[in-house]
């Protein structure tokens, strides 16, 4: 009798290999997608924070000289609680004019985080 044997099509063992090969892929792809996903809720929390900074800063500028006193608050955004705080130094740098150091401080399932900035106000 003669066996038939064909050269075309994989054998069991090179379908297996490939499979394995291709989990391989899937699974790294979905860790990448699961790393990227976690980053970008981190920036979009952080943009929020900056957000809120920004708007603190405005407030304060948008105030009379004589006004412009140290103070803390809240803001929520996102399910995400923004402690602002700012503090006020007169007279600083030089003469006439204040200085003030704004914080904002969140927490997220990244842990806890602070951005400061300052800015000058004068007379």
Do not use: C
């Not at 064909?6 to 989990?23: C, D, K, P, Q």
């Not at 500028?61 to 803390?72: C, H, K, R, T, V």
């Not at 200085?99 to 300052?118: A, F, P, Y």
């Amino acid at each position: 009798m003669r066996r038939l044997r064909s050269n075309r099509g994989f054998t069991l063992i090179e379908v297996v290999v490939a499979i394995v090969m291709l989990t391989f892929g899937v699974l790294a792809s979905a860790t990448l997608t699961a790393a990227l996903m976690r980053s970008n809720r981190g920036v979009t929390n952080r943009t929020r924070a900056v957000e809120t900074l920004r708007l603190k800063v405005e407030d304060l500028q948008s105030l009379n000289y004589s006004e412009i006193a140290s103070g803390n608050d809240t803001a929520t955004i996102g399910g995400i609680t923004y402690s602002r705080a700012w503090a006020v130094t007169p007279n600083s740098p030089a003469a006439n004019l204040k200085t003030v150091t704004l914080t904002v401080s969140w927490g997220d399932r990244q842990g806890n985080h602070t951005i400061t900035n300052q800015t000058i106000r004068a007379q």
